[in-house]
C-alpha cells in the first residue's frame, strides 16, 4: 500500500494564481483532512470530509476550497493565490473521526 | 473547548540522555490520546498512543503514560540517539465533539 500520497511535492506560484492539490489514499478510509503547517504555529486544520461528496470547514477555511468527488480522492484548491498561502501543506486520512490520522509527505508551496 | 499543550522547544540533548517532553491536555468527555514525529521534510508519523486512563504506549523506546488524575501525557525515552531528532507533537481525539486536535510540537536535537 502507497498509504497517503500527495501531489506536487513542490511549487511555485505568483500572486493571483490557481492550483489545485492532489490528495489520494488507498486505504479506504472515510475521513480526510487538509492541514497547513507554518514555522511556530504548528497544524492548522484547513477543510475536511467525512465522506465521498461532503466537505466541511476547518480552522483556516478562508480562501481554499476543497472537493471530494471520489472516496480515495480529496483535493485542495487555491483559487487566487496570496503570500499568506506559502506553507507546508499536508493531507491526512483517518478510518473515522477517533481513529489515528495517517499523514502525507506534504507541498511545500511558495506564492511570490 | 479542548486544546493540547505542549513544552516548548527546542530541546537540545547529548545522546544516551533522558528525555521528557511534556504534555497536557483538556477535553470533553474520555479522549484518546496521540504521539506523532515528523523528521524534517516528511509527513507526520504516529508514534504512539492510549485509548483510556492508566494505559501505556510505547514504541522505538518511547513511551508515554495516559493520566487523567493530572491530565497529562508526557513522552519520555531513556536514551535517546542522534536518529531521534525530529519535531514530535501531542494530539487527541475527542469522541464527544468528534475533533482532532494537535499541540503546536516541540523540536529535538540531539548531539552526539
Known amino acids: 500500500n502507497a498509504g497517503v500520497t500527495q501531489t506536487p511535492k513542490f511549487r511555485v506560484l505568483k500572486t493571483g494564481q490557481s492550483m489545485t492539490l492532489l490528495c489520494a489514499q488507498d486505504?479506504?478510509?472515510?475521513?480526510m483532512y487538509w492541514y497547513r503547517q507554518d514555522p511556530g504555529m504548528g497544524l492548522r486544520l484547513i477543510h475536511y470530509s467525512v465522506g465521498e461528496g461532503t466537505t466541511a470547514k476547518g480552522e483556516v477555511p478562508d480562501g481554499y476550497n476543497v472537493s471530494r468527488l471520489k472516496k480515495q480522492n480529496f483535493l485542495l484548491g487555491l483559487e487566487s493565490a496570496a503570500p499568506s498561502q506559502t506553507s507546508v501543506y499536508f493531507c491526512?486520512?483517518?478510518?473515522?473521526?477517533?481513529?489515528?490520522?495517517?499523514f502525507g509527505p506534504g507541498t511545500r508551496l511558495t506564492v511570490l | 473547548g479542548d486544546s493540547v499543550t505542549q513544552m516548548e522547544g527546542p530541546v537540545t540533548l547529548s545522546e544516551e540522555a533522558f528525555l521528557t517532553i511534556n504534555c497536557t491536555y483538556t477535553?470533553?468527555?474520555?479522549?484518546?490520546l496521540f504521539w506523532y514525529v515528523q523528521y524534517p521534510g516528511e509527513g507526520l508519523q504516529l508514534l504512539l498512543k492510549a485509548t483510556k486512563a492508566d494505559d501505556k504506549g510505547s514504541n522505538k523506546g518511547f513511551e508515554a503514560t495516559y493520566r487523567k488524575e493530572t491530565t497529562s501525557f508526557h513522552l519520555e525515552k531513556g536514551s535517546v540517539q542522534v536518529s531521534d531528532s525530529a519535531v514530535y507533537f501531542c494530539a487527541l481525539s475527542d469522541p464527544y465533539f468528534n475533533k482532532f486536535y494537535f499541540g503546536s510540537g516541540t523540536k529535538l536535537n540531539v548531539k552526539p
Open positions: 491526512a486520512s483517518s478510518q473515522r473521526e477517533n481513529n489515528e490520522q495517517f
Open positions: 486505504m479506504n478510509h472515510e475521513y
Open positions: 477535553a470533553t468527555g474520555y479522549p484518546s
